[in-house]
């Protein structure tokens, strides 16, 4: 028997192992197997004696191929990253958050470090978690704490929220959120992020039936989850701890849970040299202004040289020569920056602190 001399073109060859096999290839890999698929056909035809057909030289090529399998694997992965929204995280968004803003100390101890030292976890019996929730006020860090894990670990970030999961409908946020679920689970070196996380795991007592059944849907998720090997971290945020469903928040679903609060004068000075750092300044006496943003969260630092920043660039155009922002700028500013926390709001997390960290 001989090899048949039909070389179809790239996509051709992409089509037709596509009609016999089912599998997607590039054109390019595709015209590159078409002529090993040829060769096998005719190497299997003279082992087995009969002249086999294309579909069936082509199916054996790709079941019996290492390499192929593993391009497979490879290319249903980035697939899959792909659909799930995976972004890569730069490691230096670690370095923004200052030792001493809680909960870093906490997340290093008990979350990096258990997935990095391995061995000496091993050793010790200690279990890296899978499973965490973050709680506080809004703005304070808890997206770019999740962020920054997955930076440091080197991992993907694959964020959902609510709104994302009922795209489609409000009534289909179960069953995307148990696809999200099963997906996510399958992913290797991965953060999971679902933030607003109260709305899909509600206090069944106070909802309706449709957040029942989401909370359900989630009560069953989790478990399944824990129970995948690979590397995968789920982190749930909320703003409203209190909302959450307590069966939850019992040991045993969620690993961690573990409060994002106000930031110290220490915090506030690492975010504010951040910010500060990227914009065209002089001189500017940084410890008095931070003595001066008590209750100010990050998201709020953020506002406030946003609103800096906006200034004197105007300045500068209206001026037409270089203008350097100076502590003036700030000072001029500051009251119309309202700081989102007081000391009722903080009063409030300490409390919930009290009630629901679990470290
Ligand atoms: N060291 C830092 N810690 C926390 N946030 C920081 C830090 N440096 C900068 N930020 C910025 O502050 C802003 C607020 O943070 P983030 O969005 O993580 O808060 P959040 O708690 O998730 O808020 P929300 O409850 O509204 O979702 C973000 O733009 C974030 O990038
Ligand atoms: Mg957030």
New binding site residues.
């Given amino acids: 028997m001989e090899i048949v001399a039909d070389i179809p073109g790239p996509e051709e060859c992409a089509t037709r192992i596509f009609n016999y096999s089912g599998q997607k290839f590039e054109p390019e890999v595709a015209a590159e197997y078409w002529m090993k698929i040829l060769q096998h056909k005719w190497f299997l035809s003279e082992k087995l004696g009969r002249d086999v057909g294309f579909k069936v030289a082509c199916v054996d090529f790709i079941d019996n191929t290492e390499s192929i399998q593993q391009e497979l694997m490879k290319e249903q992965t980035v697939n899959l990253l792909k659909e799930l929204g995976a972004q890569v995280i730069d490691r230096s968004i670690w370095d923004?958050?200052s030792e001493t803003?809680p909960p870093k100390r906490i997340v290093d101890k008990m979350i990096i470090l258990p997935l990095t030292e391995v061995e000496l976890a091993q050793k010790h019996g200690v279990t890296p978690p899978k499973t965490i929730i973050f709680f506080?006020p809004?703005?304070?860090?808890?997206?770019?704490f999740v962020k920054a894990i997955a930076g440091v670990l080197g991992w993907w970030y694959i964020e959902a929220s609510p709104s994302d999961l009922m795209a489609d409908g409000q009534d289909r946020l179960g069953k995307n959120l148990k696809q999200l679920m099963e997906k996510a689970a399958t992913v290797d070196n991965a953060v999971i992020f679902i933030?607003e996380f109260e709305e899909i795991a509600g206090n069944r007592d106070q909802a309706s039936r449709v957040d029942k059944s989401i909370t359900n849907e989630f009560l069953k998720q989790v478990p399944l989850f824990k129970k995948q090997a690979g590397n995968t971290l789920l982190v749930c945020?909320t703003?409203y701890i209190e909302q959450l469903d307590s069966a939850l928040l019992r040991p045993g679903r969620f690993d961690l849970i573990i409060p994002?609060g106000a930031l110290d004068n220490e915090g506030r000075k690492?975010?504010f040299e951040?910010y500060l750092e990227k914009t065209n300044h002089g001189e500017v006496d940084i410890d008095k202004l931070v003595g001066m943003i008590d209750f100010f969260t990050?998201?709020d630092i953020?506002y406030l040289f946003r609103k800096v920043t906006q200034r004197s660039f105007e300045k500068e155009l209206a001026e037409g020569k270089d203008y350097r922002i100076s502590t003036g700028d700030f000072t001029g500013l500051l009251p119309r920056v309202k700081p989102s926390l007081n000391v009722e709001i903080i009063k409030q997390f300490d409390r919930d602190c009290h009630k629901y960290t679990r470290l």
């Fill in positions: 923004t958050i803003q506080g809004p703005g304070t860090g808890k997206t770019h933030d945020a703003n994002v690492t975010i951040h990050p998201a953020e």
